[in-house]
């Protein structure tokens, strides 16, 4: 499926961790489909939304290997990014993501992620982990499965 025509109608994107680090780190295999994304997010014509999981799932290899400027360069686009909006996690978080468990099988950040997601209001869920399109509350578009 063609980007734009996976984004028709979507204002609130969820952006999982996978496409995050494929854009920060120019993923040579996906980078223009996470540009396409990105470029949407940047110009206003769409409003990423991300959790701490993703800013954690993102960090974790930067700071084993000392990357400062790598670390850096997450942190201000998962927090602080234009158009993007950081949620935090509650106490109905926390029940949203144990009834997605219950339903799907979700592992517990995966759960967690797509219930900041459904509790963000968003229209989609950005991730590049097909497992994911179990969850039949929002659409789940996977990388992967994107064209330009």
Known sequence: MKVGLALQ???????????VIYYVERNPTYAARADEIFDRIDDGTLQGITSPITLAECLVVPIRQGMIQTQQAFTELIVSGANTAFVALDHATARQAAELRARYNLGLSDAFQVAAALLAGCGAFLTNDAAIKRVHELPILVLDELEL
């Open 9 to 19: 109608g979507v204002s609130h994107l969820f952006l999982d961790t996978a496409p």
